[in-house]
């Protein structure tokens, strides 16, 4: 009997080369925390390599095991799903602290609690998301060097390639993720600092614009996002508050700001499915006022989203918009990953919840008041949403009431 691996070997040590060298540019001494489903342990232990071979000094990965995760829904007592080990999440905020680097391996089954109680999701997720805070707010204030790759775990495969056999769905969506990750190419370092270049000349002609806000307009859309005062635009590499310069999404097309909590309006509809949570939200329609989401409808998923907006006062305000041409390889692919840091790079987005502290001039030094001040938005979640396409024009408004075009039918004006 012959076992045929699905996953080419040599381009997955090539992505765990380019998640420490690209993602992380681990530095000689420093510590590396991962975690990763166990089904992605081939590709830890190919990064664990790579980290030790570049000098780390400790590398810990915890890894998530779905089937564990499922017997909590299937036989905890209630009262369990308010709890979270904040006692785990407060080590990993120490951790970050003394300068350790974050990598997560994204390849959980996207659908997997889709099955389970959604009052008992939605408890266990607010519970996490407040025990992570502390850990979070170190992520998204970039305090440390961070990246996130993916592994092509035979349950995402089956969602993504429900026609195709186990075996086969795995290598074509390891091809996928290879392709996207610029793994596939002869030097895919030297193709990340190309790409990392050409993302820099996007968001240094935004940060040149200081545009007051984004209007988009197309088909069930038309939003304007007024942007934060003082927000930066940001894209691929960027520098850390450690003084690494890291690539926090490995693969990303997007180049990215802080819109302002208050001055969101008009109505906007999603033009991809949101999977979230073991979810797919279908069909999303929302409005919002004076910056808040106040009315979300959705043909499939509706109520769940609206109890994640539910999470605290910060959920229905914007913490992220970014663009991305709708020709970006991901979208040009045509395949719907079920997973976020996929999708988001297939179109441009918006996300509910936290912003990034670090899209604002200065931000380095900024405190949370003055970030607060400035039109930045505080949330336990972080959930990007798509609302892009080849339909959508989107337009730069100046402080004076001028717009000028920055994208025409999905693509760069």
């Not at 190919?46 to 089937?67: C, F, N, P, Q, W």
């Not at 829904?73 to 974050?102: C, E, I, V």
């Not at 906007?268 to 279908?282: F, Q, R, Y």
Request: proline residues 4%; contains cysteine; aromatic residues 8%.
């Amino acid at each position: 009997m012959t076992n045929t691996n699905p996953i080419d070997p040599v381009k997955l040590d090539k992505l765990a080369e380019v998640a420490i060298k690209v993602g992380l540019q681990l530095a000689e001494g420093q510590d590396l925390l991962m975690t990763a489903p166990m089904t992605a342990a081939p590709l830890v232990r190919r990064i664990t390599e790579h980290a030790y071979k570049a000098g780390a000094g400790l590398v810990t990965t915890l890894y998530s095991d779905e089937e564990a995760t499922l017997a909590r829904y299937r036989h905890a007592r209630d009262a369990s799903f308010d709890k979270a080990a904040g006692w785990l999440y407060q080590g990993m905020a120490d951790a970050f602290k003394a300068n350790t680097a974050r990598l997560a391996i994204a390849g959980d089954n996207p659908m997997m609690l889709a099955g389970q109680d959604p009052d008992k999701v939605s408890r266990a997720n607010r519970a996490n998301s407040a025990a992570y805070k502390p850990a979070l707010q170190l992520i998204t204030g970039f305090d440390i060097n961070w990246n996130i790759v993916s592994y092509p775990s035979a349950a995402w495969a089956k969602l993504v390639f429900p026609n195709d056999s186990e075996e086969v769905a795995v290598g074509k969506l390891a091809d996928a993720i290879f392709k996207a990750s610029r793994v596939d190419r002869d030097d895919p370092i030297a193709a990340w600092a190309e790409h990392n270049a050409n993302l820099k000349q996007r968001w240094t002609w935004l940060n040149g614009k200081r545009f007051a806000a984004l209007k988009y307009t197309g088909p069930g859309t038309d939003l304007t996002v007024g942007l934060a005062d003082g927000h930066r635009w940001k894209g691929g590499a960027s520098e850390a508050k450690n003084g690494i310069t890291c690539n926090p999404n490995i693969p990303t097309e997007e180049v990215f700001t802080t819109p302002h909590r208050l001055r969101v309006d008009g109505y906007v509809a999603a033009t991809k499915p949101l999977s979230h949570n073991g979810s797919l939200i279908e069909e999303m329609q929302a409005r919002f006022e004076g910056g808040r989401l106040v009315e979300l409808k959705a043909a499939k998923g509706q109520d769940i989203f609206n109890k994640v907006l539910d999470t605290d006062e910060g959920a229905r305000r914007l913490g992220e918009v970014a663009l991305v041409p709708h020709s970006s390889p991901i979208s040009a692919s045509g395949i719907l990953f079920f997973n976020t840091l996929y999708d988001e790079n297939a179109s441009c987005h918006i996300a509910q919840g936290q912003c990034y502290s670090d899209c604002f001039e200065g931000g380095k030094d900024l405190t949370q008041e003055q970030i607060n001040a400035q039109g930045g938005n505080s949330s336990n979640i972080h959930i990007d949403w798509m609302i892009g396409s080849d339909k959508i024009d989107i337009d730069g408004v100046h402080a004076d009431g001028t717009t000028e075009p920055v994208m025409r039918k999905g693509e760069w004006a």
